[in-house]
């Protein structure tokens, strides 16, 4: 069987503050929603459009992100795209999770480049 990758880059703006929780291991985990902005024509005309992303960060690139990041903040992510469900009412909702490997926070202080989160740590949470 040949390789495959499975890689996402994105660049954008966090939706809202992360909401960060411990597992039951006293791992860390974050999840933030991360804004990014198109532009595109349609019938000749200039349309723009928003997308969300659904990230999650683990262990200390969470508890990064849990100090620094709020809404607003301006992201460059990268990770694996990850798909899952729920069920809500009986219903079946897909899900799809980037799981953030690396990231750097690009609106630091003063405007200039901030610290790049920690590494490319394990992020399986059964680990």
Do not use: C
Not at 44 to 66: I, K, M, N, P
Not at 89 to 106: C, K, R
Request: zero cysteines; proline letters at 3%; charged letters at 30%.
């Amino acid at each position: 069987m040949g390789r495959s990758v499975n890689r996402v880059i994105l660049v954008g703006n966090a939706g809202a503050d992360p909401d960060v929780r411990r597992t039951s291991s006293g791992r860390t985990v974050a999840h933030l929603s991360l804004a990014t902005n198109r532009v595109f024509l349609r019938d000749g005309e200039e349309q723009r459009r928003t997308d969300w992303h659904r990230l999650t960060f683990w262990s200390g690139a969470a508890e990064t992100v849990e100090r620094f990041v709020h809404r607003g903040s301006r992201l460059y992510v990268e990770g694996r795209l990850e798909y899952g469900a729920y069920d809500r009412d009986g219903v079946s909702i897909p899900t799809a999770d980037v799981i953030v490997q690396e990231f750097v926070m690009l609106d630091g202080k003063n405007g200039s480049e901030a610290a790049t989160g920690p590494g490319a740590e394990r992020d399986d949470p059964l680990a």
